[in-house]
């Protein structure tokens, strides 16, 4: 399912400071939105009805063991602007090449409606969905853009979108205990809408959109 929405309760939301990766070592950014994309995805377990363990006010090793049930996961695949770091991320059941390139798509279509009409590069990891895929070359391909990779072993490379996907666990994800799959779900909008639009970006002392120009 894709995911959108406003910004509901700013005080729900947190801007702890993320844990520094070989990512900060070579700082860059591009000069203009829209220069490059980064693009991943990562993979989360689902909650069961209840909260799972996390819920659990014991939190002793007997539950962890007896509540680590296969429940399934949620792949979230994100997407960040390298210029004006303006995101936008979608769940989904899989992390197949279809997928991630309707994934690269709606995003254009999101940066076109802020003000970033035209995609110039798209840079993502070695995964398959991204290397072998035929879904996916061709949605790079639709955008005019060129595909580029990381190196090998090197995800630093793609660190803008690894801090991303870093900030997202902590802030949305596993900030709070949801009682359920669905209820964590819901609460991404809000906060990817909070993210884009009220918190202040470490890396660039502003929010994301105001780095771009809206056009609608």
Same mark, same amino acid.
């Given at each position: 399912m894709w995911i959108g929405g406003k910004s %509901?309760?700013? +005080? &729900? #939301?947190?801007t702890a400071r993320i844990r520094a990766s070989r990512a900060t070592n070579n700082r860059y950014e591009r000069e203009r939105p829209g220069e490059l994309l980064h693009i991943d995805v990562k993979k989360l377990g689902h909650i069961p009805d209840g909260g799972g363990w996390r819920a659990d006010p014991e939190q002793n090793s007997r539950n962890h063991k007896a509540s680590h049930k296969r429940v399934g996961f949620d792949y979230v695949h994100a997407v960040i602007d390298d210029h004006s770091r303006l995101a936008?991320? &979608?769940?989904h059941t899989d992390e197949k090449g279809a %997928?991630?390139?309707?994934?690269?798509i709606r995003a254009? &279509? #999101?940066f076109a409606k802020n003000g970033i009409p035209k995609i110039e590069r798209v840079l993502s990891d070695n995964a398959f969905a991204y290397r072998n895929s035929a879904a996916f070359k061709q949605a790079v391909a639709q955008l005019g853009a060129e595909q580029r990779f990381i190196k090998p072993l090197c995800p630093w490379t793609n660190g803008k979108v690894e801090r991303l996907?870093?900030?997202l666990a902590t802030e949305w994800a596993y900030s709070r205990v949801f009682t359920s799959n669905k209820e964590r779900t819901? +609460?991404?909008a809000p906060w990817l809408n909070y993210y884009n639009t009220e918190r202040i970006?470490?890396?660039i002392g502003a929010t994301p959109i105001s780095r771009v120009s809206p056009t609608s």
């Open positions: %509901t309760n700013r +005080a &729900e #939301f947190t936008y991320v &979608e769940i %997928t991630a390139a309707g994934v690269l254009a &279509e #999101f996907n870093r900030t819901a +609460a991404l970006h470490g890396g």
